[in-house]
């Protein structure tokens, strides 16, 4: 699997096109053969958060974005589930109102970026300002046109000063869609999750990927690379997203802030 990691990193110099990427794909990986690494993953990603946290002065923001049904919030269940709850704050975007209304499209966001010393997950993200918003054409596109730019330059001054940022784009097949989405139809345990807005966004599926490749092209930097996962088989994807996410914050070289006083010389009854 190690070296499946580099194949799922969008490349920074390559147009990619999603037709080329199998959504099904397990890199030779079975699901036999994932459990035992996806609990190792989970396990050192509960350390790491510890040194994460103990260090104080960098955070961790992991951005998750996907079609509908493509697994965000199983992803935050599963991979998450090990991490301290106390260092680790999720944040769901949905359609923007009242005063994030009134203010610029990066303003809700930027205020949910993590603290130093902490993981903030964004379950969807400002990327919906170029996808939703563009295939539906909520604005015009003189104006998301020039977001990726802007896109570009808000995540390099978070990454400038002490973020992490490592994105994710959950890719399934619409098939694999549709399959889920029958699921929450007849499954009443998944009834609550069925809306019928879904089935029309459906129709929109080839303008999203259209709409996902230019991010996908624009967006992606060494300060905050793009990995589409397929996410087809959930248990690839867990397992993807926690590898990454466990060589992310190795990569950061992360140590023990100094204590405050030299503790050699500290002695009490
Ligand atoms: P989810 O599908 O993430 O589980 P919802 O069913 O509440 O949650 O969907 C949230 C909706 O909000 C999505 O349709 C998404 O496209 C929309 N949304 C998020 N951000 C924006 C935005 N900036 N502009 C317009 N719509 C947005």
């Known amino acids: 699997m190690n070296h499946a990691i580099d194949e799922l990193k969008v490349p920074l110099d390559k147009e990619i096109k999603l037709r080329d990427v199998d959504p099904a794909g397990t890199h030779g990986v079975t699901r036999e053969n994932a459990a035992d690494p996806l609990m190792k993953h989970l396990k050192r990603l509960s350390v790491l958060q ?16 996907g079609i509908d049904a493509a697994g965000k919030d199983g992803t935050i269940r599963r991979v998450m589930s090990g991490l301290n709850p106390q260092g680790v704050g999720v944040t769901a975007f949905k359609v923007p109102e009242g005063e994030e209304k009134r203010h610029d499209y990066l303003w809700r966001i930027h205020k949910a970026v993590p603290e130093h010393g902490q993981i903030g997950i964004f379950n969807r993200s400002h990327y919906e300002d170029v996808l939703v918003v563009r295939v539906h054409d909520l604005v015009p596109k003189s104006v998301w046109s020039e ?26 097949s619409k098939e694999e869609q549709a399959q889920r989405f029958r699921k929450r139809l007849e499954d009443k345990r998944k009834n609550w999750k069925f809306s019928p807005d879904d089935l029309k966004e459906r129709e929109y599926w080839d303008s999203y990927i259209e709409a996902y490749e230019d991010v ?11 990995y589409v996962i397929p996410a087809n088989h959930k248990w690839f994807r867990n397992l993807a997203v926690a590898q990454i996410l466990v060589e992310t914050l190795e990569g950061m070289k992360l140590q023990y802030s100094k204590p405050s006083a030299d503790v050699s010389q500290i002695r009490f009854e």
């Open 50 to 65: 510890y040194l994460l946290y103990a260090e104080g002065r960098r955070s961790l923001l992991v951005v998750l974005q």
């Open 216 to 226: 996908l092209r624009k967006c992606n930097h060494d300060y905050a690379p793009w």
């Open 147 to 172: 977001r990726y730019r802007q896109i570009n330059h808000f995540e390099n001054m978070l990454s400038e000063n002490g973020a992490t940022i490592v994105k994710f784009f959950l890719y399934i």
